[in-house]
């Protein structure tokens, strides 16, 4: 988080935290009321400045005040760019730890343990990652694991074991609330 979230939190420690108020969408951009934030810096300034706490509720430190985060989809939406993820704060990942697939065709990254949807305009690239085996997974293969969603996954993503999960049970595998309220 930045200094100047630090120094608010010590100088008002008691800010009472606000919920519904801060959306992040299924495309990564925030919303304020329902209004996208088109100014960058506050954009990046959000992202820089969000976290979570041991209930999965993930917020942004507005100064000394939480502001709870109602998520579309998952904590952190990841673009797929040249071979590498990139999250909305700015920095470029590699190492993916798991792979997940859900019934509609959306397909999840677990990166430094964090949850995060792909994009959807990254899914074209992404999909190529996916094998059966040795053998390169094509589009039917896809359609094929969506229609047969009941059984075990049997798509890997570049080596690693794909799970498949129904979009309703994501939040409680990875342990995030996607509408957070006072406890």
């Known amino acids: 988080m930045d200094p100047i979230v630090f120094a608010a ?3 008002w420690p008691n800010v009472p935290a606000v919920y519904g108020w801060l959306r992040l969408n299924r495309r990564g951009e925030w919303l304020i009321r329902d209004e996208m934030v088109s100014h960058s810096a506050l954009r990046d300034f959000i992202a820089r400045n969000c976290s979570h706490d041991e209930a999965g509720r993930w917020f942004f430190q507005n100064g000394p005040q939480r502001v709870y985060l109602t998520l579309d989809a998952t904590p952190q939406i990841w673009r797929y760019q ?39 305009r990254d899914l074209a690239d992404f999909a190529n990652g996916f094998s059966l085996g040795a053998q390169r997974c094509t589009d039917a293969d896809l359609e094929q694991e969506l229609d047969r969603f009941d059984r075990d996954c049997r798509l890997n993503w570049r080596g690693s074991p794909v799970i498949k999960l129904l979009q309703t ?9 996607c509408h957070p309220s006072a406890e």
Do not use: M, T, W
């Open 169 to 177: 049970q994501i939040p409680g595998y990875f342990g995030f609330q």
């Open 82 to 120: 040249s071979g590498g993820f990139s999250c909305l704060a700015g920095h470029h990942h590699e190492l993916v730890e798991q792979v997940v697939l859900d019934e509609e065709g959306n397909c999840y990254a677990i990166i430094d343990g964090i949850c995060g949807l792909i994009d959807d």
């Open 9 to 11: 939190l010590a100088k």
